[in-house]
């Protein structure tokens, strides 16, 4: 069983989470258009109000940077103490965003199936269309590579420069993605068909096939555990090899998940505005 050291009530419904694993930050943004920083020890320390309604979030390892999208339109880069840096006007509605691990590249993912690279001073430096728009993102930690997926049919990997390493057709529905930290292993929330895993190349690694619809999934750094959740509002606690090591309803929908570094700890942002650490020891 977890402990949960802390729990936070945000102002609204949570709509996004971001973690940063190297200082143990937590990142948060709510339909209240609040975004907040809670320290290690689920303490907030930051706390501003957006110009619009917050829609996605992402920061780095480091927590240097961030980004929340505004309204579907607008990109906002902020500091550690969430004090604007930069905003960012976008041709097309955002449906994905990721940040690079200290900060340096932002990904933005758009509904006409475009997705932009911009370095740290706002210069675009890459643009990709893909036959399907992206959703999900995510730069890898320890290789210069941005994975993507879409909805629904794709699931690709691309370089800094907006070429495609390799690009795969995937055949059901995508909620949401992650990977480990050196990018061996990529989680897919796969809809009815589980957690689908694939490896750094994009070949079929396996699924994990877990009661429910899968909604969300997190990972840690360390090839360690894996969170998940459900529509049906079960969490899971798995380890690498999809073994459910412990299972739960929750009492509200869980809206994001973040995993720490080695997978010691999961946090879940819920519909109700309450986020939660859970900690494991024993398993």
């Avoid at 975004?35 to 501003?48: F, H, W, Y």
């Avoid at 930290?181 to 994990?208: C, E, N, P, R």
Wanted: hydrophobic share 40%; proline share 4%.
């Amino acid at each position: 069983m977890p402990s949960v050291p802390w729990s936070y009530a945000s102002d609204g419904p949570v709509a996004g989470l971001g973690y940063a694993r190297e200082t143990g930050d937590l990142f948060a943004i709510d339909e209240a258009a609040s975004l907040q920083r809670l320290d290690a020890s689920g303490e907030l320390a930051s706390l501003t109000r957006l110009p619009g309604a917050a829609r996605l979030l992402a920061v780095s390892d480091d927590s240097s940077a961030g980004v929340v999208v505004i309204d579907d339109g607008m990109v906002l880069r902020f500091d550690r103490g969430l004090q604007g840096v930069w905003e960012l006007d976008l041709p097309e509605p955002c449906l994905g965003v990721a940040m690079s691990p200290f900060g340096n590249h932002l990904a933005v993912a758009l509904t006409d199936g475009q997705t932009e690279i911009y370095n740290e001073r706002k210069r675009r430096i890459a643009r990709f269309e893909t036959v399907r728009p992206l959703a999900y993102l995510q730069f890898c930690a320890q290789s210069a590579v941005l994975f993507g997926a879409a909805e629904h049919g794709l699931v690709g990997c691309y370089d800094l420069n907006g070429a495609e390493v390799w690009q795969e057709r995937f055949w059901s529905n995508v909620g949401d993605l992650c990977s480990t930290g050196d990018g061996d292993l990529v989680y897919l929330a796969g809809s009815t068909h589980g957690i689908q895993t694939l490896d750094g190349d994009g070949g079929a690694v396996g699924a994990y096939v877990l009661e429910g619809t899968v909604r969300r999934v997190a990972c840690s750094y360390e090839p360690y555990r894996i969170g998940a959740t459900s529509v049906e509002r079960r969490l899971f606690w798995l380890n690498i090899d999809g073994e459910v090591l412990w299972q739960t309803e929750t009492p509200s929908d869980v809206v994001d998940l973040s995993c720490d570094a080695f997978g010691d700890a999961l946090f879940c942002g819920m519909a109700d505005g309450t986020i939660v650490r859970l900690d494991w020891t024993d398993l």
